[in-house]
T-cell receptor, first 115, second 113 residues
Framework: GESVGLHLPTLSVQEGDNSIINCAYS??????FIWYKQESGKGPQFIIDIRSNMDKRQGQRVTVLLNKTVKHLSLQIAATQPGDSAVYFC??????????????FGQGTILTVHP | EAGVVQSPRYKIIEKKQPVAFWCNPISGHNTLYWYLQNLGQGPELLIRYENEEAVDDSQLPKDRFSAERLKGVDSTLKIQPAELGDSAVYLCASSLGRGREQYFGPGTRLTVT
């Protein structure tokens, strides 16, 4: 079936570096993508989202890029801090029909930030 | 504003025993979701409610799992009987409506021995 997946399961960076987490999706019917951060023992926390009619969206220290041609999504974290260490998930939201509003999550990338 | 509340946070039971999880969504959120999260995996939707109505339960193993959302607020998810493979984190989320941002609770970690 169609799914959302991640290229790299782990990412290790030094404090202050920029981090890039990648995600590939296969469902061309998805119109909304979200990045979540999940710390140990907690539920996923919304970071940033992007709709399919956009190719870039910026938040505080985070930027999401969407390339619909190759069905690729990335999360960029500027000046990564130890508090950014967590598992990051991308998720796609199905457009329309009975599956509208249903999130499909990828496997997740573990980000470790070293002081 | 209080977030999504779940209880218990941890539960250890023997196989074949029943177990129930409780979720209190954010006030005013009409849509409620139950997800299953296995170790190292992303959450997978089990069931979604719009108010009291279950609008998507296609991934819920109905032979042993059941859920309810009385009065369109709190919800319970039950497993009877539990199997070893049910060990996972059960997450509840809520949103203002379909397609809106979902807010997750801390989850219940279930261990079946």
């Amino acid at each position: 079936g169609e799914s959302v997946g991640l290229h790299l399961p782990t990412l290790s960076v030094q404090e202050g570096d920029n981090s890039i987490i990648n995600c590939a999706y296969s469902n061309s019917a998805s119109d909304y993508f979200i990045w979540y951060k999940q710390e140990s023992g907690k539920g996923p926390q919304f970071i940033i989202d992007i709709r399919s009619n956009m190719d870039k969206r910026q938040g505080q220290r985070v930027t999401v890029l969407l390339n619909k041609t190759v069905k690729h999504l990335s999360l960029q974290i500027a000046a990564t801090q130890p508090g950014d260490s967590a598992v990051y998930f991308c998720a796609e939201n199905m457009a329309g029909g009975t599956s509208y509003g249903k999130l499909t999550f990828g496997q997740g990338t573990i980000l470790t930030v070293h002081p | 504003e209080a977030g999504v509340v779940q209880s218990p946070r941890y539960k250890i039971i023997e196989k074949k025993q029943p177990v129930a999880f409780w979720c209190n969504p954010i006030s005013g959120h009409n849509t409620l979701y139950w997800y299953l999260q296995n170790l190292g995996q992303g959450p997978e939707l089990l069931i979604r409610y719009e108010n009291e109505e279950a609008v998507d339960d296609s991934q819920l193993p109905k032979d042993r799992f059941s859920a309810e959302r009385l009065k369109g607020v709190d919800s319970t998810l039950k497993i009877q009987p539990a199997e070893l493979g049910d060990s996972a984190v059960y997450l509840c989320a809520s949103s203002l409506g379909r397609g809106r941002e979902q807010y997750f609770g801390p989850g219940t970690r279930l261990t079946v021995t």
